[in-house]
């Protein structure tokens, strides 16, 4: 382990892990998809998946990751399983697509923050334009890719560890005070209420993939980013309770973003909650509204230091997003940490400029990318990406490595590494919980997930 480095403490695992998974997910995507699925009918499907299903998937990625203490390929490849691999590569290969477009919204917010500093909170209304603008925002993602790169090539404790340690904490609880201050606005209760009162009537099928989707993307997972990270772990860590502080922090903080966004749409419409479904630009048109009406100095400070945590979030994640590739690039082709980190990120970075230019400056990309089938509906690219890699590939993936957990492998490995750190495991409720979910839930329903997403976004067939 020396030679690859570690994690110097049980709190660093957690604080990195937990980083990786808190970012732009929560705070940018789950308010969005809430918003988009109806509201709190979303929020109860998704809870229900991060805690039932999510978490065990974490739990064994975790655990071979710390078995194996390779890289996704090289963890299959080490247990002895070389076909499996494969499972590996296509979790790599979804990180490279998930930071691809992962990085231009991270260089939107890092912009914001400029706009922030110089109170124009009308970059609110100019949303639309300001993201056209791709040699502005393209080099904000050049600046926020170089970032990543330099975290990742400081080495596991020395930068992604002390990042991340720090940061968590500050974004909590900038967001609590945001929250609060939104509760006290009129018609915030307008907004609580779509946000947590449920209405199952809203609920389709494909408010359950995409709920699906979120989870997965929000708690990282189904890529081997956790076996990745989960390979620097301590022998004498609880496995169990790491994934279970992980899974609650992330959860947590998308329920507080929510708890932020939604009073405050709320009170921006009145109560009619009109514009809660607008998608992706959700957060960025909605949060420069608000601190406008906070205005003065206030309103620039607050905008500000919010959107510098932010960027602090999304940092903790394409770090972890950009470890997978490199690790795998470092274990298995042998090349050295520095120059594989900056290989690996300037690829990417190209990747990423279909995401970059298709939101209104390349017509191509911007609409014409993808004709779904049914109705007709054109996609960009960024939306495309993001329905293959977080909504299909990562489903599947998650599918994939529970059942080579319980079936390959074997639950007896799986459990003897899982009692490592943890040694009232073996007999309790949660291995029969979790050899129950590993072994035939998660496999079923994510399969079923993943064939219904595909259908659905790709080939425009209905099947719920
Ligand atoms: N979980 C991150 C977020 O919610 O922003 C995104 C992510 C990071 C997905 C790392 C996958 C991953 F491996």
Redesign the pocket.
């Given at each position: 382990m020396a030679n690859r480095g570690g994690f110097s403490s049980k709190f660093g695992f957690i604080m990195a892990a937990a980083g990786?998974?808190?970012?732009?997910?929560?705070?940018?995507?789950?308010p969005y998809e809430v918003g988009q699925g109806g509201g709190a009918a979303f929020v109860v499907i998704y809870l229900l998946f991060c805690f039932i299903l999510c978490f065990p998937v974490m739990v064994t990625e975790i655990a071979i990751g710390r078995k194996t203490q390779k890289n996704p390929v090289g963890a299959f490849n080490s247990l002895g399983y070389k076909n499996w691999n494969i499972v590996g590569r296509l979790?790599i290969f979804?990180?490279v697509l998930?930071?691809s477009f992962?990085n231009v919204i991270a260089g939107w917010a890092f912009g914001y923050i400029f706009e922030m500093v110089s109170g124009n909170f009308g970059i609110a209304e100019k949303f639309g334009e300001y993201i056209t603008q791709v040699f502005k925002v393209g080099a904000y993602g050049i600046i926020f890719m170089t970032v990543t790169a330099y975290v990742v090539s400081k080495g596991i404790s020395g930068g992604i560890e002390r990042a991340a340690k720090l940061l968590m904490p500050t974004l909590i609880g900038m967001m609590l005070i945001l929250v609060i201050y939104s509760l006290t606005l009129p018609h915030s209760m307008d907004g609580l209420k779509f946000y947590l009162i449920p209405d199952f009537s809203k609920l389709s099928g494909s408010v359950i993939y995409n709920a699906m989707g979120q989870a997965?993307?929000?708690?990282?997972?189904?890529?081997?980013?956790?076996i990745t990270y989960g390979s620097y772990v301590g022998k004498s860590d609880n496995i169990i309770s790491s994934a279970a502080f992980i899974t609650l922090a992330?959860v947590g903080i998308?329920l507080l973003a929510g708890l932020m966004i939604f009073p405050l749409i709320g009170y921006m419409s009145a109560g009619t909650m009109e514009g809660a479904g607008r998608g992706p630009g959700l957060i960025f048109v909605t949060l420069p509204q608000i601190f406008g009406t906070i205005g003065g100095g206030l309103g620039i400070a607050s905008g500000t230091i919010f959107f510098v945590l932010l960027c602090f979030?999304?940092l903790t994640?394409?770090v972890?997003?950009l470890e997978?590739p490199v690790a795998y690039v470092v274990d298995e082709m042998k090349i050295r940490r520095a120059r594989a980190v900056w290989l690996v990120a300037a690829l990417i970075f190209v990747i990423g400029i279909p995401s970059l230019i298709g939101n209104g400056y390349s017509d191509f990309f911007s609409t014409n990318f993808i004709t779904y089938k049914e109705g007709g509906q054109d996609t960009d690219f960024l939306s495309f990406v993001a329905a293959l890699a977080?909504d299909s590939i990562?489903p599947l993936g998650g599918c994939l490595i529970s059942f080579f957990a319980a079936h390959v492998w074997k639950k007896h490995n799986l459990d003897e590494e899982l009692s490592i750190g943890a040694p009232g495991y073996k007999g309790s409720f949660v291995q029969k919980y979790l050899n129950f979910a590993i072994g035939y839930f998660a496999p079923i329903v994510l399969t079923s997930v993943f064939i219904f997403t595909v259908l659905f976004k790709f080939f425009g067939i209905q099947i719920l």
């Open positions: 990786s998974a808190v970012g732009l997910g929560n705070i940018w995507g789950f979790g979804s990180g998930i930071l992962y997965f993307f929000s708690l990282s997972l189904g890529m081997g980013a956790l992330d998308a979030a999304a994640s394409t972890s997003l997978v977080n990562l």
